[in-house]
Every structure is written in structure tokens, then in C-alpha cells.
T-cell receptor, first 113, second 114 residues
Framework: NAGVTQTPKFQVLKTGQSMTLQCAQDMNHEYMSWYRQDPGMGLRLIHYSVGAGITDQGEVPNGYNVSRSTTEDFPLRLLSAAPSQTSVYFC????????????FGPGTRLLVL | AQTVTQSQPEMSVQEAETVTLSCTYDTSENNYYLFWYKQPPSRQMILVIRQEAYKQQNATENRFSVNFQKAAKSFSLKISDSQLGDTAMYFCAFLTDSWGKLQFGAGTQVVVTP
């Protein structure tokens, strides 16, 4: 059981470039989410999904797209990277949204120049 | 909107001593869940403890325990017999609605010294 995996671990982008952060879980969890972590601000929710084909926006969705075609995968797409998107990104999953523990991936550190 | 406040940016404690981290939250909901997550230098987010608001009994996990005061909207974490491996950032988090949206505090850096 690998849990929640994220790739890449670290990425450098130039302003305007696009990329996809990958997230996968092998626990058959319905709920998956993306957070970003910035210094002094804790983690903030970007997008979430309650099942395949269902996604919704979180607190800071601008500049990011998601889709959920399978239960296992939940990629996060940056359409046109900006320096303000420099952050650490975490993917998380849980078996059911309310009250269940969310399990986090190891994170992806993104630097946008 | 729900908010979570951790008022202590950093705390230092000696090995074997006890440290208490504070967390307050604001909500009008009656049914919700509270969590403490630990983030060591490896950056991995690790669940420390979980509390269900409808349970009056305070949750405990080995050396970690909480003091949950629902009326005061307070959820403090006590680390007993601190160990060097407890050095980490600790986040308080709040979960209220059915969509699983965790609301995090800004975190408290705990440094355990020999």
C-alpha cells in the first residue's frame, strides 16, 4: 500500500509555462483534495473531489484546474504559471469527507521564476 | 466562514518536559471535527490526534492529549515527555461540512532541546 503519492517532488518553471502535478492513491478513497502551503499561512484548499467526475473549488482556485476521471488519480494543472504560485503543494485523500482522517502525500515543491 | 487561530508562532521545550499548544476556532456549526497534524522537517503531514465535537471526552494518543473546550471554542494540544523527534511544525485543523474541507491554522513551530 503506497498511500498517497505525488510527482514530481520538486519543479522549477518559468513564468507562463504550464505543468501538471500528479497525485495518486491506492486506498480506494472517494475524497481527494489539493492544498498549497505558504510560509506563515498554513495549508489552503485549492480544489477537491468527492468522487470520479465530481470536482469543486476550494479557497484559492484561481490559476489551477483539476479533473477526476478515475478514483485513483487527481492531477492539478497550472495553466500559465506565475511567481505567486511558488509554493509547496499537497494532495490528500480520505475514505469519506466528513470526519475522516485525510492522508497526505509527501508534497511537491514548485518554484516559478 | 470558519477560522482557526494558533497564537504561538514558536515554542521551545526541553526533553522530557511538557508543552501545550493553543488553538481556537470560530464556527456556528454544532457538529464538526478537530485535528492536530505534525509536519517534521521531512515536510510529511502526519495526523497526531483527532477529536469529534459531539464527544465530551478528550482524545489521547500516547504522549499527546487535547483539552477540548467546546463552549470556549478551544482545542489545545499537550505533548508530554517531549522527545527530540517531536521537533516539528504543528497545525490545528477544523472540519465542518460534508465536503471535507479542512481549515488550517498558521501553525506552531515546536523545538525540543536536549
Amino acid at each position: 500500500n503506497a498511500g498517497v503519492t505525488q510527482t514530481p517532488k520538486f519543479q522549477v518553471l518559468k513564468t507562463g509555462q504550464s505543468m501538471t502535478l500528479q497525485c495518486a492513491q491506492d486506498m480506494n478513497h472517494e475524497y481527494m483534495s489539493w492544498y498549497r502551503q505558504d510560509p506563515g499561512m498554513g495549508l489552503r484548499l485549492i480544489h477537491y473531489s468527492v468522487g470520479a467526475g465530481i470536482t469543486d473549488q476550494g479557497e484559492v482556485p484561481n490559476g489551477y484546474n483539476v479533473s477526476r476521471s478515475t478514483t485513483e488519480d487527481f492531477p492539478l494543472r497550472l495553466l500559465s504559471a506565475a511567481p505567486s504560485q511558488t509554493s509547496v503543494y499537497f494532495c490528500a485523500s480520505s475514505p469519506w469527507p466528513l470526519g475522516e482522517t485525510q492522508y497526505f502525500g509527501p508534497g511537491t515543491r514548485l518554484l516559478v521564476l | 466562514a470558519q477560522t482557526v487561530t494558533q497564537s504561538q508562532p514558536e515554542m521551545s521545550v526541553q526533553e522530557a518536559e511538557t508543552v501545550t499548544l493553543s488553538c481556537t476556532y470560530d464556527t456556528s456549526e454544532n457538529n464538526y471535527y478537530l485535528f492536530w497534524y505534525k509536519q517534521p522537517p521531512s515536510r510529511q503531514m502526519i495526523l497526531v490526534i483527532r477529536q469529534e465535537a459531539y464527544k465530551q471526552q478528550n482524545a489521547t494518543e500516547n504522549r499527546f492529549s487535547v483539552n477540548f473546550q467546546k463552549a470556549a471554542k478551544s482545542f489545545s494540544l499537550k505533548i508530554s515527555d517531549s522527545q527530540l523527534g517531536d521537533t516539528a511544525m504543528y497545525f490545528c485543523a477544523f472540519l465542518t461540512d460534508s465536503w471535507g474541507k479542512l481549515q488550517f491554522g498558521a501553525g506552531t513551530q515546536v523545538v525540543v532541546t536536549p
